[in-house]
Nanobody, 126 residues
Framework: VRLVESGGGTVQTGGSLRLSCAAS????????WGWFRQPPGQKLEAVSC????????YYSNAVKGRFTISGDSAKNTAYLQMDSLRPEDTAIYFC????????????????????WGRGTQVTVSS
């Protein structure tokens, strides 16, 4: 199983980025897909997650209304569209996946995720 994030970079406040998470070795629709981030010197925090079959989506309060999670099962790829970016969104962003058959409910806790990517850096300048 391999998850590879891409699409990070440096943007100005108010700008947009779209992160991609290309997955291999997993069945897209059998997993819940999540995005996490780790700001400099801070702990990992959940950003968003979704189930492609039920289309249930969850967002943290910090990103609700600005970020949109989605996925393409044919491409085995999850996305995170990030709009109206702020300096406090600066972080390393990770995608993760967990088998729906083993989670207790939605949204999964971070420790429940089976698979993780290596992350992509997002920097928002003021």
């Amino acid at each position: 199983v391999r998850l590879v994030e891409s699409g990070g970079g440096t943007v100005q406040t108010g700008g947009s980025l779209r992160l991609s998470c290309a997955a291999s070795g997993v069945s897209f629709d059998e997993h819940v897909w999540g995005w996490f981030r780790q700001p400099p010197g801070q702990k990992l925090e959940a950003v968003s997650c979704f189930d492609s079959v039920s289309d249930k989506k969850y967002y943290s309060n910090a990103v609700k209304g600005r970020f949109t999670i989605s996925g393409d099962s044919a491409k085995n790829t999850a996305y995170l569209q990030m709009d109206s970016l702020r300096p406090e969104d600066t972080a390393i962003y990770f995608c993760a996946a967990v088998r729906k058959s083993i989670i207790g409910g939605m949204p999964p806790d971070d420790y429940e995720y089976d698979y993780w990517g290596r992350g992509t850096q997002v920097t928002v300048s003021s």
